[in-house]
């Protein structure tokens, strides 16, 4: 069966930091891949997805990118980070014509102070 | 475009009563629709789903039935426990790779 694993698990950056979060896939190839972002209480935001290595699509323009240098790996960034990055980031994927649903990984808590 | 509208929560309820979760969907043609359960501080697990109209996706004691005349999704259970406590998304997928979530109803159960 599929499985996303992500890390950190949580992350308390400062304003203006750097940030680097790593989704990995096991149990499939040529997933799907997703990034959202869950703020407290609110529901989630596509912020990018990928179809394969090297396409990324940004769903929401932010100071937030995406990259997929392997088929399994997803890697979301950010040059500066602001408060309002801060929330709850989750990985998903989908094997198209495998499966209709996605499925995700635990998330990572980002509080940005 | 393509969305999703589920009830507001929270929602709490006494255990062993009944649930209900609204969840109505905007799209054209024909959608999969979901039903996506969060724990506190996890990430979300599928809990059913439904590829075609009439269909009724069910698990854990959970139901939802794909109304395409209505063009809802709704959540029932009939006796719920402690342990349903958390927050239900309910979400589509039509064409291309886009999948659309509701915002979430938190449910809390007490003993």
């Known amino acids: 069966s599929q499985t996303i694993h992500q890390w950190p698990a949580t992350l308390v950056q400062p304003v203006g930091s750097p940030l680097s979060l790593e989704c990995t896939v096991e149990?499939?190839?040529?997933?799907?891949l997703y990034w959202y972002r869950q703020a407290a209480g609110r529901g989630l935001q596509l912020l990018f997805y990928s179809v394969g290595i090297g396409q990324i699509s940004s769903e929401v323009p932010q100071n937030l990118s995406a990259s997929r240098p392997q088929d399994r790996q997803f890697i979301l960034s950010s040059k500066k980070l602001l408060l309002s990055d801060s929330g709850f980031y989750l990985c998903?994927?989908?094997?198209?014509?495998?499966?209709?649903?996605?499925?995700f990984g635990p998330g990572t808590r980002l509080t940005v102070t | 475009g393509d969305s999703v509208t589920q009830m507001e929560g929270p929602v709490t309820l006494s255990e062993e009563a009944f649930l209900t979760i609204n969840c109505t969907y905007t799209a054209t043609g024909y959608p999969s629709l979901f039903w996506y359960v969060q724990y506190p501080g996890e990430g979300l697990q599928l809990l059913l789903k439904?590829?075609?109209?009439?269909d009724k996706g069910s698990n854990k004691g959970f139901e939802a039935t794909y109304r395409k005349e209505t063009t809802s999704f709704h959540l029932e259970k009939g006796s719920v426990q402690v342990s349903d406590s958390a927050v239900y998304f309910c979400a589509l997928q039509h064409t291309g790779n886009q999948f659309y979530f509701g915002t979430g109803t938190s449910l809390t159960v007490i003993p």
């Open positions: 149990g499939t190839s040529n997933p799907n």
């Open positions: 439904a590829t075609k109209a009439d």
């Open positions: 998903a994927g989908l094997t198209p014509g495998r499966t209709y649903e996605q499925y």
